[in-house]
Each structure stands twice: as structure tokens, then as C-alpha cells.
């Protein structure tokens, strides 16, 4: 249970500072913080757009009393002082994917509307860290100091790579414990192994297809994707629009539904609708057919069935597979892969099919992420008290989980993904979800996270680290 004059206090908060609180996610917003190497310099590994919402973020956690520092612009720590050097951690990100296609709202700032807050990053991972910041501001005003160290850690590159948890593994060591408000609630004490990387293969010489290309980001089902091909016409299809692209020339454009790789089971894939096409009406030159094929092989299904390698563990569940993006440049063609894995099958076995089914038509795989599956005691005290702290501000009694998505918290000896959305919870129609149109999230959902962090802080301090 809470203390009931600690539950007055958290409310009193709120009411006085929620509009603040929002205006800050709304500063946040407004950067539109998407990986951009064409920017990227000293200061700005990612771009303009990552470094300025990383200072961003550092100038607000000095506002709110916490000692920041930027670290040459990959990541930036802020500590709220404590008792005793040891740390504990807090990690989120202020990078974003891109808005991508297919918002009825502005996504760089945020509106308030029915009581949800829409735009890129108010629910991954803006408005969660916001959340955690404000109630690690309103303890340290609360108690003046901590038992340990509070330290926040601030990303740039989570979406794209994680080079910045990288950068930080560099210059400091683990805090003694990690949550990362980039999850759900209760608490994710669990994550599948990632294997990402592409196929690639010489576009023929004799090819009819100029341009084949789809998708926003690797980690994502493609909404959208888009060929020209040398052809008089092109017949009607569901989901495929087709143009005069000049003489001799279709454009075909396939529009499909975004859903993230971790759980593509509900998104339709572009990129496959579009191979598909291309195959069914043989818009394709015969030596372009294998590589179509191993297209429409690799985005057809989410369970990896199509390569033979459906399997299923007790924690995780079913492996999933996701072709985000494909695109061709310089005489190449690519298509990428995300895999979320599970002890089931040995990644080297994965490997060895993807190897395989590339060989087939003549194409590479190359691997880029390989991710050991990361997986905590649900019965420990660590992941416990997150989950009674989630229990007893939400009166939700649902146990803690594990995900098929990739957050911090594998980099991390001890560590837990921590809310802010809430594990199994849908919204309207009109309301997107983390890297689809329209991204939103309920303002109560964020005012109970303020909660349940301002609990699991109090809570967190009193275990002997």
C-alpha cells in the first residue's frame, strides 16, 4: 500500500504542475529528433536533430536539480546527489524514428485531444522520461538528498543502433540497478535475441524494375513502398496504386499498415505487397525474378516460417521476423531483416538459414546486430518491487512479462524495463501507437507513470544495493 499523505502529496503535484509538465513534453516534441548523418559532426554523432534534443533534455534536468553532462553528444548523464556514490539508474532516449506517412496530426509538437496527447515521442520515449525525471525532481525537493546516487542516463541513438549506451559503457561503469521508462508496466524482466542485418544482391543488367524501395526504419513493419518499372500498364490490385512514370514507365506505390518489428502480427507489409505484385503480373525481368522472390519470401510472414525457422520458447513465446526496409543504390540491392529470437534455436542456426536462403538466389547476408536473448528473476527483489510499486498506485495485479523488443535494459547487468504504456492496453482507432502515425498516449497513463516512479524511487532507495 502507499502512504496516504505520500499519495496526497504525488496528487497535489500534479494538479499544480501537469500543465508544465506538458509544456516541457511539447519542447521535446518539437525536435524533430530522427537520426540524420547528413548533420552528423563533433557534437552531433546522430545529427542536429538527436544533438539538440539530447542538450534539450540535459537543460531540463539542471533545471529540475540534477548535475548534467553531455557526452560529446552520443549520450548525457544527469545525477540527482545521494548518501553514497552507489547508483541508481534511470535510462531513457530522446531520439525518435521518423514520422513516416499517414498523420492526421502535426508530429512535431504535441496535441492534447480527448484526453491523449499525440506527436512523435510522446509515448517512445519523450513522455515516460519526462515522467520518471519529474518524480526523481519532486522526491529530491521532497527529501533534499537520497540514500544513493540517482543517476539519469539520456540517449540519442536508441531507435538506430544503440552507439550511445555504448559510448556511456565507455566512460562509466553500471549502476547497481537500471529501469528504463521505455517499456511497460507492471514490468518486462526479459527480452528476446535480436539478429538484424540485409540481403543484397547486383542489380541485372537486363533489369525491368528501376526502383524498388519501401520502409522507414529496420525495426518496423513497412507502411509504404514503391517501384517504377518498364511496363505499358499495370493491372488493378488491392493496396497497389499505379501511375504513368514517363514513357514506357509505371509507378506502383503499395500501401500497407505500420506496426512495430517486436510485434508485427497486426501490421501489413509493403514491401511484400509489392514483390508479391510484381511476381503475380510479371512485372519483372527473369533474371530479377530469384531476388523478388527471396523479397517476397522474407516479408510473407512474421513467424520466420517462410525461411524454417518458426520456433517458440515458455518465456518468450514465438520468434518474429520483420523486412523493414529494401531499397537499391550504386547498383545494389538491399533488403533488411530484424529477428527477435528466443533460446529455442541457436542464433548460429539462424544464421546459417539466412546464409542459405541468400544463396539461393545469388544474393549476401551480412549481419550487423547480433543480441544474446537478456533475461531476469521475475522472483527477485529488484523486479519485485517494481511490479508491488506498479500494483499498488494502479490496483492492475497482472504479473510481470517478458518482449520480443529491444530496450536498454540488455545493456545493463541489472536492469528491467518499467512502463510508461501499460502491457496489454489498446486505444481508440484514431490513436497510434510507438512508431506508427499519429503516436499517442493517454494523459492519465502518463500521470499514473509519474506515480509509480515516484513510488519505485522511494522504494528502490531503501534495498541494500
Request: aromatic share 8%; glycine share 10%.
Amino acid at each position: 500500500m502507499i502512504d496516504q499523505n505520500f499519495e496526497r502529496e504525488l496528487n497535489a503535484c500534479l494538479a499544480a504542475h501537469w500543465d508544465d509538465m506538458v509544456a516541457d513534453l511539447d519542447a521535446l516534441v518539437r525536435i524533430p529528433s530522427v537520426e540524420d548523418p547528413a548533420t552528423a559532426g563533433p557534437g552531433a554523432p546522430f545529427g542536429n536533430g538527436p544533438a539538440r534534443a539530447l542538450q534539450a533534455g540535459l537543460d531540463l534536468c539542471e533545471r529540475l536539480g540534477a548535475a548534467s553532462k553531455n557526452l560529446d553528444g552520443f549520450c548525457g548523464v544527469a545525477d540527482f546527489p545521494g548518501e553514497r556514490a552507489t547508483q541508481l539508474g534511470v535510462i531513457g532516449h530522446l531520439d525518435v524514428v521518423p514520422a513516416g506517412e499517414g498523420w492526421h496530426f502535426d508530429p512535431w509538437r504535441v496535441t492534447r485531444k480527448d484526453g491523449y496527447l499525440i506527436g512523435r515521442g510522446t509515448g517512445d520515449d519523450k513522455g515516460p522520461l519526462l515522467m520518471a525525471l519529474y518524480a526523481a525532481h519532486f522526491l529530491f525537493e521532497r527529501h533534499g538528498r537520497f540514500p544513493y546516487t540517482l543517476r539519469f542516463i539520456l540517449g540519442a541513438n536508441e531507435e538506430t543502433g544503440m552507439a550511445d549506451v555504448k559510448h556511456f559503457h565507455e566512460v562509466y561503469a553500471d549502476p547497481a540497478l537500471v529501469f528504463t521508462p521505455d517499456d511497460e508496466f507492471p514490468v518486462c524482466y526479459g527480452e528476446k535475441g535480436q539478429l538484424q542485418g540485409a540481403f543484397s544482391c547486383p542489380v541485372p543488367a537486363d533489369a525491368r524494375v528501376e526502383r524498388f524501395a519501401g520502409g522507414m526504419a529496420l525495426n518496423a513493419v513497412p507502411a509504404q513502398a514503391e517501384a517504377i518499372v518498364r511496363a505499358e500498364s499495370a493491372p488493378a490490385a488491392p493496396r497497389i496504386a499505379a501511375e504513368p512514370a514517363g514513357p514506357g514507365l509505371i509507378r506502383l506505390r503499395a500501401q500497407g499498415v505500420q506496426a512495430h518489428a517486436s510485434t508485427p502480427e497486426g501490421g501489413v507489409n509493403a514491401i511484400h505487397l509489392l514483390a508479391d505484385y510484381l511476381l503475380a503480373h510479371d512485372l519483372c525481368a527473369p533474371s530479377e525474378r530469384p531476388w523478388f522472390e527471396l523479397v517476397a519470401r522474407a516479408s510473407g510472414a512474421t513467424d520466420g516460417s517462410s525461411f524454417g525457422i518458426a520456433s517458440a520458447d515458455e518465456a518468450f513465446g514465438p520468434l518474429t521476423m520483420v523486412a523493414g526496409m529494401a531499397g537499391d543504390a550504386e547498383g545494389e540491392r538491399t533488403l533488411t531483416i530484424d529477428i527477435r529470437f528466443t533460446s529455442a534455436v541457436p542464433v548460429d542456426d539462424l544464421q546459417e538459414a539466412l546464409e542459405g536462403q541468400a544463396a539461393s538466389c545469388g544474393a549476401r547476408w551480412t549481419a550487423s546486430r547480433v543480441e544474446p536473448v537478456f533475461l531476469m528473476d521475475p522472483q527477485g527483489d529488484f523486479i519485485q518491487v517494481l511490479a508491488q510499486s506498479y500494483r499498488d498506485v494502479s490496483g492492475d495485479d497482472q504479473p510481470p512479462f517478458t518482449i520480443g523488443g529491444g530496450t536498454y535494459a540488455r545493456s545493463f547487468t541489472k536492469a528491467a524495463g518499467f512502463g510508461s504504456a501499460v502491457h496489454g492496453e489498446a486505444f481508440p482507432s484514431w490513436v497510434g501507437g510507438m512508431h506508427a502515425a499519429d503516436e499517442g498516449v493517454p494523459e492519465d497513463q502518463l500521470k499514473q507513470a509519474f506515480k509509480v516512479y515516484a513510488v519505485a524511487i522511494e522504494r528502490l532507495m531503501r534495498l541494500d544495493l
